[in-house]
């Protein structure tokens, strides 16, 4: 659910939010009802991060009038352009997705934006840390996040830990990013070293939350959404990935059944696991030795044809 999270911000930042929402503008341009309604308002995301849509063009007849390069909107019967939209995402047709654009405002913690920021096709505008002084937040996670590291993959986390250890392990966060953040003020201050704040944020643990402007196109938002929602993303994105997802639906509906289908609900088979699928369909007793697959290919094509096996 795309849930507001006013409590997130001061009442200044609240009412300037109000304030953008209650001026409708005049336009001609195609507008999406269900995006003007999440227009400008933030939806939470961790304990103290949000996600706010501030800008959109486009939907999902701009994708289907450049794809036909029509002169008025292009668009035919729904059906009819929800058939080309599934032709263009099969068949990586990606041009025609490049014609919309999205806009957000996220607040994150720095480490999450140290993944987030690698994805180099988008625009990005960051809270000067050099400029401003950043605030005392930083991320915490849910007891049931505080897990172990997973033996199978070493990118990755497994069964959370018992409670009372998790509490332990929060608290040395808390106390961390508290001590570091009290250093942080005491060497900003003029009475005390002075020091300049491109300095001294340099002590900040890296859970501390930052914010930007991040501007896509649609076809590299997808392919963001696709890596990042994604279950090997580390869960810290993937909470921002999931909520992007639902606001995907309200603003290109068709767009974002037709991702579903053929991005997130699809996998690649290469051509020495689909030679094994056509074995079997023939009634061959493939096994990894004989296939000719790698052993962890082998563990993904089966997690994909048998997943409860
Ligand atoms: C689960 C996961 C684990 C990861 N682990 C690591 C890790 O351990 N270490 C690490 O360093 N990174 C890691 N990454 C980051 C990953 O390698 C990519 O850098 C990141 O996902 C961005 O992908 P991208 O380059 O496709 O996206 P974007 O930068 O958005 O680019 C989109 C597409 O544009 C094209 N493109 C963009 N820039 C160029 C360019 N300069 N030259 C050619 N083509 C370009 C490419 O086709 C690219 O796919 C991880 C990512 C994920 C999702």
Not at 44 to 61: A, C, K, N, Q, S
């Amino acid at each position: 659910m795309l849930e507001p999270r006013p409590m997130a911000l001061t009442s200044e930042q609240r009412a300037e939010i109000e304030a953008q929402r209650n001026e409708p503008q005049l336009t001609s341009r195609p507008t999406v009802p269900a995006m003007e309604k999440l227009l400008f308002t933030p939806i939470e995301v961790l304990d103290h991060g949000f996600l706010r849509v501030v800008d959109y063009m486009g939907d999902d007849g701009a994708v289907v009038q450049a794809a036909r390069v029509s002169y008025g909107r292009g668009t035919k019967k729904v059906s009819e352009d929800a058939g080309l939209i599934r032709y263009l995402m099969r068949h990586r047709h990606s041009t025609p997705f490049e014609m919309c654009e999205i806009k957000f405002h996220v607040k994150l913690p720095v480490f999450v934006a140290r993944q987030w920021i690698r994805h180099r096709m988008a625009s990005v505008n960051e809270y000067s840390a050099r400029y401003s002084i950043l605030d005392r937040e930083f991320y915490l996670p849910a007891l049931d996040q505080v897990a172990s590291q997973s033996a199978s993959n070493r990118q990755g986390r497994s069964e959370a830990l018992d409670p009372e250890t998790a509490e332990r392990v929060l608290e040395i966060l808390r106390r961390d990013a508290s001590q570091c953040y009290d250093d942080y003020e005491s060497m900003l201050d003029p009475e005390g070293t002075g020091l300049a704040r491109e300095l001294a944020r340099m002590n900040l643990t890296l859970n501390t939350y930052t914010q930007w402007y991040w501007k896509i196109d649609l076809h590299n938002l997808m392919h963001f959404l696709a890596l990042r929602a994604d279950p090997h993303a580390q869960y810290e994105i993937r909470v921002y990935a999931e909520k992007m997802i639902e606001l995907l639906h309200a603003w290109v509906p068709a767009t974002a059944a037709a991702f579903e289908e053929y991005r997130r609900g699809a996998f690649t088979f290469s051509a020495g696991m689909l030679n094994v699928v056509r074995r079997r369909l023939a009634g061959e007793a493939v096994t990894q030795e004989t296939s000719g697959l790698s052993k962890r290919e082998w563990i993904e094509m089966n997690d994909i044809l048998e997943p409860e096996a």
